[in-house]
């Protein structure tokens, strides 16, 4: 009998990855550093824009509904699109879709800072998160591809989480420095040369571009359509909470309407379609499942925390919008110092035990908030709270996207990333909604400091209950898997594929 393999931290590649000795000799140093340079646009322009929220308002003559929109947007269509483009990078090609990707973002950017009315600096928007619904899951697939085991797979998403926090810390400083210094329009026109230098490293970097064989029928069209539509509006329904309350008419019917596409969606994908948009079995795989359910916690707190934090310093403190940014710096290094020690306990411990370890930190962090009051300062009360939850959150980055891609066949990891993408943009939009909805009834009418404080901590001590339960996930559905288990995945990915080149005639 074969001796069963080991699930050792970063490098599992147990569940058929695909043999690494067909595949071509890759480069593998200007494919990291495209996609740390691809990862670091997209978390720049998730929180680059927010800080010039009221001056954009301003200028543009947006009304206080109105200016969500310039967040709503991108939203929309990042969320909406995710699934879309991760299919499209394994039938079309990673790298060619990352380059269609990245087109278009800098283009979108380049429009939205030369805009000049809401409805047009909302439709670029929208634009920069289409061409981010693109370029996401196929630098992820890319990176996945290109670093299927062993220790360069561990620095390799060390790297990319490292990237992940920096360009969100990047981007609340530039955008306070910018909108203060620069105006609001170069919060936009930022983009377009960090475009021009990825573009560079992805068209002279990235040789090997698989795409998966394509059936007889064609892409999934119908498949595309309703799970666009049933994502769209899921992501409208949650952001709109703010001014349409779960219980209302709008909300629920949103909502139902987006649970009918999405079921139909399920339906299609299991009886008509013979090159699915998403293989529903990939969803029985438990390291997808249990990742992408950790992953959705966490980004619910990762929403709805980093945006608590931010108003209390403006609206309690009374920070600027400069001061705010210089004091998210240390968030970032601790993300990059918890991703680095993640490399490290990769070698000793199993990804399990790393979202466990981290989601307890992180936990821990956050709880410390429970405790402000309106006569706090910075280094007394954010600080420590604010180290401790970035180290954790840095422990988790990096073992949640490897556990979610590592088993998966090498025609899927687009969508697999995309599946990824999608779990976090949902869980922040969902995170952001409900308590922010909880927050804003323990703040009351009276938004005086000490109302707004508390409502605050409130939504701050929920992130740490999200989180404990983000942990049992991990201690339950990603508990290490015994031999038989790993048998069983083998199996079932084997008899996967075989019916799948019988169907394609490839046989």
């Not at 399920?266 to 029985?284: N, W």
């Not at 600027?320 to 998210?328: L, Q």
């Not at 989180?467 to 339950?476: C, D, G, K, P, S």
Request: hydrophobic share 50%.
């Amino acid at each position: 009998m074969a001796a069963p393999r080991t699930t050792n931290a970063l490098h599992d590649t147990s569940e058929a990855a695909g043999p690494p000795t067909s595949a071509p000799r890759v480069r593998t140093a200007p494919v990291l550093a495209t996609v740390a340079m691809v990862q670091f646009l997209v978390t720049v322009d998730l929180s680059i824009v927010n800080i010039a929220l009221p001056r954009i308002g301003d200028r543009l003559g947006f009304t206080p509904v109105g200016l969500t929109w310039v967040i709503n947007a991108y939203a929309l269509a990042f969320g909406g699109l995710l699934l879309l483009g991760g299919k499209a990078a394994d039938r079309y090609g990673r790298k060619r879709v990352l380059m269609f990707g990245l087109g278009l973002f800098g283009l979108a950017s380049l429009a939205g800072g030369l805009a000049t009315s809401p409805v047009a600096l909302v439709a670029s928007r929208a634009a920069q998160g289409a061409g981010a619904a693109a370029l996401a899951p196929a630098a992820l697939a890319l990176l996945t591809s290109t670093f299927p085991t062993g220790p360069a797979r561990a620095r390799a998403f060390g790297v990319w989480s490292a990237v992940n926090a920096s360009g969100g810390a990047f981007g609340v400083v530039a955008g306070g420095l910018l909108t203060q210094y620069a105006g609001w329009r170069w919060v936009m026109f930022v983009n377009v040369p960090l475009v021009a230098v990825a573009l560079g490293f992805a068209g002279r970097g990235i040789v090997h571009d698989h795409r998966s064989a394509r059936s007889a029928g064609g892409p999934d069209l119908l498949g595309a359509a309703l799970v666009t539509a049933g994502m769209s509006l899921l992501v409208l329904g949650v952001v709109r909470t703010d001014r349409h309350p779960w219980s209302s008419t709008t909300t629920v019917a949103t909502l139902a309407a987006a649970v009918a596409l999405l079921a139909s969606f399920v339906v299609v994908e299991r009886t008509t379609t013979r090159d699915p948009l998403l293989r529903l079995g990939l969803l029985t795989n438990r390291a997808v499942a249990g990742a992408n359910a950790f992953n959705l916690l966490l980004g619910a707190v990762m929403g709805s925390g980093f945006y608590f934090v931010v108003l209390y310093l403006q609206r309690v403190l009374d920070t600027g919008p400069a001061k705010t940014g210089t004091e998210s710096l240390p968030f970032a290094f601790g993300v990059v110092a918890g991703s680095m020690l993640a490399v490290k306990l990769s070698h000793r411990f199993a990804p399990s035990v790393l979202l466990v370890a981290g989601g307890l930190v992180t936990a821990l962090g956050y709880s410390g908030y429970a405790f402000l009051d309106a006569d706090e300062s910075f280094a007394h009360g954010i600080l420590a709270p604010l180290v401790l939850s970035s180290v954790g959150y840095g422990l988790c980055l990096a073992p949640v996207v490897s556990v979610a891609t590592a088993g998966v066949a090498a025609q899927e990891t687009g969508i697999a990333s995309a599946l990824l993408n999608s779990s976090r943009q949902i869980g922040a939009a969902l995170g952001l909604a409900a308590l922010g909805t909880a927050a804003y009834h323990r703040t009351g009418h009276v938004a005086t400091p000490a109302a707004l404080t508390r409502g605050y901590a409130l939504g701050l001590t929920l992130d740490a209950a999200l989180l404990v339960a983000a942990v049992v996930v991990a201690l339950t559905v990603l508990r290490q898997p015994t031999a038989a288990d790993i048998r069983a995945t083998d199996d079932r990915m084997n008899t996967t594929e075989d019916t799948e080149l019988e169907g394609r005639g490839l046989s």
